[in-house]
């Protein structure tokens, strides 16, 4: 899964962090529901018709369980105000949640390969499952799918990074049940080696969504900047502000779902210092309310106008 910058440059757009924080919490607690009731039915199913491929997915759909509770627990912390301590708030630790969801995910997709390659290793103890696995299959592939849309959109609409992925990794789920469903109707047909296969797809699925999202959380911990849709967003906004002449040197860190930004705006050198304050102030209020901007810090340059022989400053 790729993460998704949320670019936007249209008025009022952004989401308090309680707005965010609640929708986490909402659309978590359903796929809590959802989980609970998939796990415990696809390992009972799974175990009763000896089903690996279904088992691995009711395992999957296990870990789903914790990945919610991490969610859960970071949107709480996240939300906290800002202390001694932490200055810029805590937004980090959904950052730090989603690092954690993708180790459990990573840990849980090599632990499904080791069982599925001790069961290809000995295929004469693969038994013919019942035809009651793919029904349960196909229920679960449904539901994973319509957890899916219901928490990509949620998480587009607050602009939430964790419940991005969180939502993908819903539809991972659901790519898992359709591979056992596949796995299943091979046993069925005579081939019992291809329920294991699916589990060893399954755990491949798994580990790699568990790699993607660790590897993308670590960076934003390491302070990587938004991508150049968002900075470009920025600057338009800046450079919109009344008594703006230019901007340069943008630079962008991630602060959990939110930015930090600094960026030098110049200001005709003939106003007071009251007046370019004046000026910066109006910027910074402008960016925080178009962009999901947690805080601005300017820096103000001269700039001379070009009637006075000067030459102006680009970009």
């Known amino acids: 899964m790729k993460f998704t910058e949320f670019a936007d440059n249209s008025e009022d757009t952004a989401h308090s962090p309680a707005e965010r924080a609640a929708a986490a919490s909402h659309s978590t607690w359903i796929s809590v529901g959802v989980n609970v009731v998939l796990s415990a039915t696809q390992i009972a199913v799974g175990v009763l018709s000896k089903s690996q491929g279904l088992i691995a997915d009711g395992v999957h759909s296990l870990s789903d369980l914790v990945a919610d509770f991490v969610v859960l627990f970071a949107s709480h912390h996240s939300k906290k105000e800002a202390d001694t301590d932490h200055p810029y708030g805590h937004q980090r630790f959904e950052t730090a949640a989603s690092l954690v969801l993708g180790v459990l995910l990573l840990a849980v997709g090599v632990g499904m390969l080791w069982s599925a390659f001790l069961k290809l290793e000995a295929p004469n103890t693969v038994p013919r499952v019942h035809v009651a696995a793919l029904w349960v299959a196909v229920a679960a592939l449904v539901a994973k799918e319509l957890l899916f849309r219901y928490m990509l959109a949620a998480g587009k609409r607050v602009k939430s990074s964790m419940l991005v992925a969180n939502a993908w990794h819903a539809r991972s789920d659901a790519a898992s049940s359709l591979v056992v469903g596949i796995g299943i109707i091979g046993n069925l047909a005579g081939y019992p080696l291809l329920d294991p296969i699916a589990a060893l797809i399954v755990g491949f699925m798994v580990a790699k969504m568990g790699w993607e999202f660790g590897w993308n959380a670590l960076h934003d911990l390491m302070d990587r900047a938004v991508d150049e849709q968002e900075v470009a967003a ?82």
Do not use: C, F, N, Y
């Open 234 to 315: 920025i600057r338009e906004t800046l450079l919109d502000t009344a008594g703006v002449s230019g901007v340069h040197d943008i630079r962008t860190r991630k602060m959990g779902d939110m930015i930090i930004v600094d960026a030098h705006i110049e200001v005709d050198s003939r106003l007071s210092v009251e007046d370019g304050h004046d000026i910066a102030v109006a910027a910074r209020e402008r960016v925080l309310r178009r962009h999901r901007v947690l805080d601005l810090m300017t820096h103000m340059d001269p700039w001379q106008r070009p009637d006075l022989d000067h030459p102006t400053r680009t970009a």
